[in-house]
């Protein structure tokens, strides 16, 4: 049985502090071990409490430092299991992104995006969770190997016809690119993106995908579903929203 996870919250925004403090209280799983918005201190909790997870701000204006020095120090760190680090941000340049990937971030979510809360980044690091098979601290990052032995797309394609999502709809393919792009690290605004592809609106694109994913879970047989989705679904909803699918499968295929 998966032990709850272990969280270490780095942010200067207090009242994001609370929010994340009454929402990881109230949800099975989760639990908040300190928050600081310090980033010479986050590293001292991160030796103290050997967390599972660290949820990183890079912009620490009212504590002292950065998130690219806690990355940075937390790079020298020789007798602590490695945390997941999941970036939470302001920033949305895509240069910063990439150096902090750089640095060991294992993803990048942006605080501005629609729907950002603390309850959706609870929801992420569960769907993280059950997406392995082994706990976040002991996972260690791998040689990549010198040939996959399938194409990355197809390997998203394959995955969603395991659960039933219809190749003839409209969010087949902007489900597939939009999992494809968040293997790469999360993006504010895929929908826009996926949309400008295909010339379309970012509403018509969230639309087709929710769907997509909708249809696939009313009419399929939902032992299949069970089996080839593990990752939790909120209680209020029949099945996952767009961006629980999207994480989901980001995280399984990058394993």
Request: glycine share 6%; charged share 25%; with cysteine.
């Amino acid at each position: 049985m998966q032990h709850d996870l272990r969280v270490v919250l780095v942010d200067d925004d207090q009242e994001l502090c609370d929010e994340f403090g009454s929402c990881f209280a109230e949800i099975e799983g989760i639990e908040l071990c300190a928050a600081t918005g310090n980033a010479t201190q986050a590293i001292e909790l991160v030796k103290q409490y050997q967390p599972d997870v660290v949820i990183l701000d890079l912009e620490l204006h009212k504590g002292g430092g950065n998130g690219i020095l806690f990355l940075t120090e937390l790079r020298k760190l020789r007798d602590v299991k490695r945390p997941y680090v999941l970036v939470n941000t302001n920033n949305s340049s895509s240069i910063t992104y990439e150096i902090v990937r750089n640095l060991g971030a294992d993803f990048v979510m942006y605080k501005h995006q629609e729907g950002y809360s603390a309850g959706e980044v609870a929801d992420f690091l569960l769907v993280i969770r059950a997406g392995r098979s082994e706990d976040l601290r002991e996972v260690q990052p791998e040689p990549q190997e010198e040939q996959e032995k399938e194409p990355l797309r197809e390997r998203i394609l394959a995955e969603l016809n395991k659960v039933a999502i219809n190749p003839r709809s409209k969010g087949y393919n902007y489900l597939a690119d939009a999992i494809e792009i968040f293997c790469g690290g999360q993006i504010p605004n895929v929908s826009s993106v996926i949309g400008a592809k295909y010339g379309k609106s970012e509403a018509s694109v969230e639309r087709a995908m929710q769907n997509a994913i909708d249809r696939a879970w009313s009419t399929a047989d939902i032992n299949e579903l069970l089996k080839y989705y593990t990752a939790h679904i909120n209680s209020r909803r029949d099945s996952p929203t767009v961006t629980e699918f999207i994480c989901y499968y980001a995280a399984k295929l990058k394993k």
